[in-house]
């Protein structure tokens, strides 16, 4: 059979969660079994997210195969549990690097070149060779932005063309706003969106909406009446007690059934295994046992975008044991002083979490400290595994400048220094040390080994800077435990404190973990959590 498609659509403003209403369409289509992949379209002119700063876009995702991709792609994965690929992204940097490279060349000798039809055909073009490629029974594209925007506008038209040569289901998610005085849920930014989307020459087939509470019969009508759908193909979005939930929620609403009808797929039955695992999963995060404060120490916190996937990959390993996690998020230039045990207070477990540059990273050494000397559970994440070791080099081996020389290159103690393969690197999309890296557990006493079960692991990666290897022998013998090394020996991957439980890798384990497969560290940091707070 064709590959069916599904457009995901977002009118009115951004942050309306399409990601994550693109996420449960794949969900609940691989609940039936059907091979489904997504397609995200960003309309920046930025290649690849590699080069953008998470305080204004949130956090930058990495992908096995060393792409940096948009965060939506991290929410893909832990709805769908799926390792993507890079090719799966779509930017407007990407297209039009495609389109002059191939002017200079001279594919299109004699034309003038234009965005209808040679940017739109190559965005059909690339989609069908994804599909071709891929062979999925459904391939679900969001199109980043709202519709309106000059940046999505040539790849609406795109989808528009595309929908005459293959079977489209254009989702339109929307926001029906309640004025609270009158308590009434207003349509009419909903319709307004609505009809940009008939300008555009696409009718929805469904329209979602997002609101505070459930919409009413009522608006239901309204919308239906003026957006020319039918009114149980309005569809209710409204806010979930966990964003994992909304699968759940549109398929009470019989949006499965509706949808595998309308794509002209072949009914099959639904996975009644991996759904009450699913089921069982979201139980455990809207009402769950226990509950422990787990503070996400970072530089970046004003833009909690910018940890989506720490916060997620806690939530997963909460829901696993069964516990509420409230979060703390700390700033790390706060914490430039002495005594952090206000900051610290009532909370069980901390996740020193990655970064760039010198900002905020005293701060860090200090949280890395308090943790260590107050045996409070520690996990630290890339750059938080860089600090954990600056910080056992001055404090415990006694190099009182030690660092980073990210940070201070004129450090007598540069006990984390530039990869040798990064020396001499110019170009800065691209080129880190990046994706998925295996990686050797080399000691079977280590948290490492508890956490994970076996020697040969595999994490993705995002850094320019190592453990400085000259340094290894001395921080060993000062008791610094060194657990895990990459499998020609050269690099260091983690650390470990042997007085409690405090882990630092140079990975980024949160990017692999979800909903159904948790991360181990995650896992780990949120058992000791329990029992620190016992
Ligand atoms: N800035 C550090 C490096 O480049 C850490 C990077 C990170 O935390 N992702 O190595």
Not at 301 to 330: C, F, M, P, Q
Not at 432 to 440: E, K, N, V
């Amino acid at each position: 059979m064709p590959t069916k498609y599904v457009v995901v659509l977002g009118t009115l403003m951004s942050g309306l969660g399409k990601g994550v209403a693109t996420s449960s369409i794949l969900r609940i289509l691989d609940f039936y079994g059907f091979r489904v992949f997504p397609i995200k379209f960003d309309g920046y002119l930025n290649y690849d997210c590699g080069t953008m700063n998470p305080y204004r876009h949130g956090e930058v995702f990495v992908l096995d195969d060393k792409s940096e991709v948009d965060m939506d792609f991290g929410i893909y994965e832990r709805f769908l549990n799926k390792d993507l690929t890079g090719d799966l992204s779509i930017t407007g940097g990407k297209l039009f690097s495609i389109i002059t490279t191939k002017e200079r060349r001279g594919d299109y000798l004699g034309e003038d070149v234009q965005m209808i039809p040679h940017l739109t055909n190559e965005i059909i073009g690339k989609i069908e060779r994804i599909a071709e490629s891929k062979k999925p029974d459904v391939m679900v594209i969001e199109v980043g932005g709202t519709v309106g925007d000059i940046e999505n506008s040539y790849f609406i038209e795109a989808m528009r063309q595309f929908s005459l040569k293959h079977k489209t289901v254009f989702v339109n998610l929307t926001y029906v706003p309640t004025i609270d005085a009158v308590g009434e849920q207003k349509t009419k930014p909903a319709q307004i969106g609505f009809r940009l989307l008939l300008q555009a020459g696409i009718v929805p087939n469904y329209i979602l909406c997002r609101s505070p509470t459930k919409l009413l019969e009522k608006t239901k009508e309204k919308l239906s009446l003026f957006g020319n759908v039918g009114i149980d193909r309005i569809v209710d979005d409204s806010d979930q007690p966990t964003l994992y939930n909304l699968p759940l929620h549109l398929m009470e609403q019989g949006f499965d059934r509706m949808l595998i009808k309308d794509l002209g797929l072949r009914e099959k039955p639904i996975d009644r295994v991996k759904l009450a695992v699913w089921k069982d999963k979201v139980a455990k995060i809207i009402k769950p046992r226990h509950s422990a404060n787990i503070a996400i120490v970072g530089k970046y916190t004003t833009l909690k975008d910018s940890y989506a996937s720490v916060k997620e990959a806690l939530i997963h390993a909460g829901s696993a044991a069964d516990t509420r996690i409230n979060i703390k998020w700390v700033e790390s230039s706060s914490l430039e002083k002495d005594d952090l045990s206000e900051e610290f207070n009532g909370i069980s477990g901390m996740v020193v979490t990655g970064g760039f540059g010198l900002r905020g990273t005293e701060g860090m050494i200090n949280a890395a400290r308090y943790a260590r000397e107050s045996g409070m559970p520690y996990l630290g994440i890339c750059l938080g595994m860089q600090l954990m070791t600056v910080e056992y080099a001055r404090n415990v081996c006694g190099l009182k400048d030690a660092n980073s020389s990210e940070f201070d290159p004129g450090s007598r103690h540069k006990v984390i220094d530039l990869i040798e393969s990064q020396r001499g690197i110019k170009q800065k999309g691209g080129t880190m040390r990046l994706g998925s890296q295996r990686c050797i557990i080399t000691d079977k006493e280590s948290i490492a080994y508890k956490l994970y079960g076996k020697s040969s692991i595999s994490e993705r990666h995002r850094h320019r800077y190592e453990f400085n290897n000259s340094y290894r022998k001395l921080l060993q013998g000062k008791g610094l435990r060194i657990s895990a090394v990459t499998p020609d020996r050269r690099l260091v991957e983690a650390i470990e404190w042997t007085t409690g439980f405090g882990i630092g890798m140079q990975a980024h384990p949160e990017l692999k973990s979800r909903l159904e497969v948790p991360s181990p560290p995650f896992i780990g940091l949120v058992q000791e959590a329990l029992k620190f707070k016992r």
